[in-house]
């Protein structure tokens, strides 16, 4: 399928993974755990928790297959702008509804690609206490399957060298859990499916979140 005009390329997705795994692989030491549980191929959403501002680079590099997340609108200035278009990446405006946002994201699930969200909306926690409306939507939507992602240990300790970024080769854990359907099976799309979708959704990524803790040793 031709994409339409600004929409992200798989091309550019996959040129974006190459980047994170040098930097991701080149700077830490990731330790990835079921990432065989990522569908092989078709549509799929990863929802990830979110402490860190490497989350999402650390999930490019360590996903099995290229992603194309939704990133919000702040992020795109200056030079950053067209590497982030460039490799795949979708802007997000969180004040309001964004129909192109929304548009290029059903249209990578409809392509059979591969969807980052981060449900919390921002960076904060990364417990999952609170998820927007929005994952639920491209879910029951698109009708893609959910595959939860821990990203556990980027907040534990500050770098000497850049206090931004976690201790160079330190050991950060990416945790995927089993893929689920958010849907109760019967299509609906009102606004009180949705609702009951996010509760559904926030159980299963609280739970996968607890085992992924439990499993690594990690609290956070």
Not at 44 to 51: D, K
Not at 61 to 67: C, D, I, N, Q, S
Not at 146 to 154: Q, T
């Amino acid at each position: 399928m031709t994409p339409a005009t600004g929409a992200p390329t798989l091309r550019g997705a996959a040129v974006g993974r190459g980047i994170g795994i040098g930097l991701m692989y080149g700077l830490f030491r990731p330790r990835v755990l079921g990432a065989w549980r990522v569908p092989a191929s078709g549509p799929v959403i990863l929802a990830v928790n979110h402490s860190h501002n490497i989350d999402g680079p650390m999930l490019m590099g360590t996903a099995p297959r290229p992603v194309h997340f939704l990133i919000k609108k702040e992020a795109f200035v200056g030079p950053l702008d067209p590497f982030l278009r460039g490799i795949g990446q979708l802007k997000v405006d969180r004040t309001t509804a964004d129909r192109t946002a929304i548009t290029h994201a059903l249209g990578v699930l409809g392509d059979g690609g591969v969807l980052g969200i981060f449900p919390e909306g921002t960076r904060g926690e990364g417990d999952f206490a609170s998820l927007r409306a929005g994952l639920a939507y491209f879910a029951v939507r698109s009708g893609a399957p959910i595959v939860p992602v821990a990203v556990l240990g980027s907040t534990e300790r500050r770098g000497r060298l850049i206090s931004a970024l976690p201790p160079l080769r330190s050991r950060v854990d990416v945790v995927f859990g089993e893929a689920f359907e958010a849907g109760d099976g019967s299509g609906r799309r009102t606004r009180k499916a949705l609702d009951e979708a996010t509760v559904r959704i926030q159980g299963r990524l609280t739970g996968h979140l607890e085992q992924a803790r439990r499993l690594t040793g990690r609290p956070e």
